[in-house]
């Protein structure tokens, strides 16, 4: 009897009450956790595995919850905005061609912000499912480089746009999501620069890597904020309090497609000066290309 006790006190009750505790588990109590106070061996170290088990789950649905609100709250905005114009044009917007002008061009400004924020969390969504599919050849990324540039002084003539002496770059990759990363650090550069600031890209070869960067000298990111800026839905205050402020998800996208190539997206920036952007990829061997491009 004293041996069937304590083997049931040292063996069969830690089991159980790991067993009750898992019983229990469901999404409102996902913070409960097994007690390994006088587990021994063996058992406290199982108690332990599920216990970090356990944390990572809480924390991987802790940040779909987040997820989910954030992009709720991101589309309830431009809906009550099309509902409101709806409502004024019923009311007396019919008879108003005024009225009738500036509640069509809000409707279509508010539903093409929702077009791209929808974009946007199905670019996510796929991110996170691993269905995320790339179309990788090989190209000179300066030719992606000076397309944006050319865009973007179309574009937004009240800024100017620099294409620095950059070196020719042949790497491997999806050259659409390559562009699409360097038209959002140009779009974010184009919204905390003032009018009349200055926008520089360029791209240049070290050792085995091609670097794109953009720089710009608007305000600069607080150190503080650095950490935070890929973070999903993150908009400094700055941001938050500026018309085109956006959704806070272009360089959280701009992340994700960078390291699925392999590569890396680094910033550096200083208040008062300016940001820089920094897209690095592997480069494959370059063959003979022209000379360095000029300033445009």
Known sequence: LRRHHRLDRRVLAPIRDITDMAATLSASNLSNRINVAGMKNELKDLATVINTMLDRIERSYNSQKQFVSDASHELRTPIAVIQGYISMLNRWGKDDPTVLEEGMQAIAQETASMKDLVESLLFLAR???????????????????????????????ENTFNLSPSD????TADRGMLKQVMRILCDNAVKYTPKGGIITMGVARQGGLCILTMTDNGPGIPRDELPKIFERFYRSDSARKAENGGHGLGLSIARIIVMAHGGKLRVRSKVGVGTTFSVELKTDASPQFPAPASNA
Do not use: G, I
Not at 127 to 150: G, N, Y
């Open 127 to 157: 991110h996170d499912k691993k269905t995320l599919l790339m179309e990788t050849s090989r190209f000179d990324a300066l030719d992606v480089v000076a397309e944006v540039h050319k865009e973007a002084a179309m574009v937004t003539p």
């Open 168 to 171: 020719h770059c042949l790497v």
